[in-house]
C-alpha cells in the first residue's frame, strides 16, 4: 500500500488524476484499451475535474462506475448517472469508448444481471473507490457483505450513509434519501488491478483513523482494500489529522 498526504482536496485531485492518467496512458499502450470505474460523491470533485483535462485517448476507454439509487430518476439531483454526465463524461474531448450506468429505475434484477454480464467480460484496470463517512467502499455499509461473488447487488443503506449524502447536500433531509441502492460489491472491487482511493477533508478523518487502526473487517468495510496487492491512497492533511503521529 502506498499513502501520499497532500496539502488539500485541490492538490490532492491534481496528483491523483496525473497518477490515474499515467496508469490509462500505460495500459492503451500496452492493451490497446482500458477499462475505468470512477466513485462519486463530493470527496471526487477535484480528481475527476482534473482528470477530464488530461491527455488520454478516451475512445479506447471505457467507464464502469459503483452505485445508483434504487428507484431514483436519472435526471435526480443526486444521481449518480447525472453526476458523472456532467462532471465527467460531458466534459471530456473524446467521447468514451463505452459506458455502462448503474441503472437504478425499472427492472432492477434485469439491470443488475445486465451490468454484471458486461463487467466480467474483462479485468478492470483502474478503480477510483472513495472511502465513506463510515468507512463504505461504494454503498457497501457495515457490516459489508465479503463474502458475495456476485458483481453488484442491491443493499440497504445506513442510517451514517444517509446522513453523509444530506450532509454533501444532495437531499434535503433523512426522509428523502432512498433506503436502497445497487451497489457493486465488495468482491468485485477487490477484482480491479488497479486501486486508487481519493479521500479529502476533515468529515473523513474518523474513517481514515479506523482504516488504520483496525485489521481487515467488515465493521470497517475500507481496510479490506488494505490486502490489495495495487493499493494507494491519496490524504489531504484534513482528512490524515486523526491519524497518530507514528503512523504519519
Same mark, same amino acid.
Not at 500496452?30 to 460523491?41: D, Q
Given at each position: 500500500?502506498?499513502?501520499?498526504?497532500?496539502?488539500?482536496?485541490?492538490?490532492?485531485?491534481?496528483?491523483?488524476?496525473?497518477?490515474?492518467?499515467?496508469?490509462?496512458?500505460?495500459?492503451?499502450?500496452?492493451?490497446?484499451?482500458?477499462?475505468?470505474?470512477?466513485?462519486?460523491?463530493?470527496?471526487?470533485?477535484?480528481?475527476?475535474?482534473?482528470?477530464?483535462?488530461?491527455?488520454?485517448?478516451?475512445?479506447?476507454?471505457?467507464?464502469?462506475?459503483?452505485?445508483?439509487?434504487?428507484?431514483?430518476?436519472?435526471?435526480?439531483?443526486?444521481?449518480?448517472?447525472?453526476?458523472?454526465?456532467?462532471?465527467?463524461?460531458?466534459?471530456?474531448?473524446?467521447?468514451?469508448?463505452?459506458?455502462?450506468?448503474v441503472n437504478g429505475e425499472g427492472d432492477i434484477e434485469v439491470?443488475?444481471?445486465?451490468?454484471?454480464?458486461?463487467?466480467?467480460?474483462?479485468?478492470?484496470?483502474?478503480?477510483?473507490?472513495?472511502?465513506?463517512?463510515? *468507512? @463504505?467502499?461504494?454503498? &457497501?455499509?457495515? +457490516? =459489508?457483505?465479503?463474502?458475495?461473488?456476485?458483481?453488484?447487488?442491491?443493499?440497504? !443503506? %445506513?442510517?451514517?450513509?444517509?446522513?453523509?449524502?444530506?450532509?454533501?447536500?444532495?437531499?434535503?433531509?433523512?426522509?428523502?434519501?432512498?433506503?436502497?441502492?445497487?451497489?457493486?460489491?465488495?468482491?468485485?472491487?477487490?477484482?480491479?488491478?488497479?486501486?486508487?482511493?481519493?479521500?479529502?477533508?476533515?468529515?473523513?478523518?474518523?474513517?481514515?483513523?479506523?482504516?488504520? *487502526? @483496525?485489521?481487515?473487517? &467488515?465493521?470497517? +468495510? =475500507?481496510?479490506?482494500?488494505?490486502?490489495?496487492?495495487?493499493?494507494?491512497?491519496? !490524504? %489531504?492533511?484534513?482528512?490524515?489529522?486523526?491519524?497518530?503521529?507514528?503512523?504519519?
Open positions: 500500500m502506498e499513502v501520499n498526504i497532500l496539502e488539500d482536496a485541490k492538490e490532492l485531485g491534481q496528483e491523483a488524476a496525473e497518477r490515474c492518467a499515467q496508469l490509462l496512458r500505460k495500459r492503451i499502450e500496452e492493451k490497446g484499451s482500458a477499462r475505468l470505474v470512477l466513485s462519486t460523491g463530493a470527496s471526487q470533485f477535484e480528481t475527476l475535474e482534473s482528470l477530464t483535462q488530461k491527455d488520454i485517448n478516451w475512445s479506447k476507454v471505457e467507464m464502469f462506475h459503483l452505485d445508483e439509487y434504487v428507484h431514483l430518476p436519472g435526471d435526480h439531483p443526486a444521481s449518480f448517472r447525472k453526476y458523472l454526465k456532467e462532471r465527467f463524461v460531458e466534459r471530456l474531448s473524446i467521447p468514451l469508448k463505452q459506458v455502462h450506468f439491470n443488475i444481471a445486465e451490468l454484471c454480464a458486461e463487467i466480467q467480460k474483462g479485468p478492470i484496470d483502474l478503480a477510483l473507490i472513495g472511502i465513506g463517512e463510515n *468507512a @463504505h467502499i461504494a454503498f &457497501n455499509d457495515p +457490516p =459489508a457483505d465479503f463474502d458475495t461473488q456476485e458483481s453488484y447487488i442491491v443493499v440497504n !443503506l %445506513d442510517e451514517h450513509c444517509k446522513k453523509q449524502q444530506v450532509g454533501e447536500g444532495w437531499f434535503a433531509s433523512l426522509d428523502e434519501v432512498p433506503s436502497q441502492a445497487i451497489t457493486m460489491t465488495v468482491h468485485q472491487i477487490m477484482q480491479s488491478e488497479i486501486i486508487i482511493s481519493c479521500v479529502p477533508h476533515k468529515v473523513k478523518a474518523r474513517a481514515i483513523r479506523d482504516f488504520f *487502526a @483496525h485489521e481487515c473487517t &467488515n465493521q470497517i +468495510p =475500507a481496510t479490506i482494500l488494505k490486502s490489495h496487492p495495487n493499493y494507494t491512497l491519496f !490524504l %489531504d492533511k484534513f482528512s490524515a489529522s486523526e491519524m497518530n503521529q507514528e503512523r504519519r
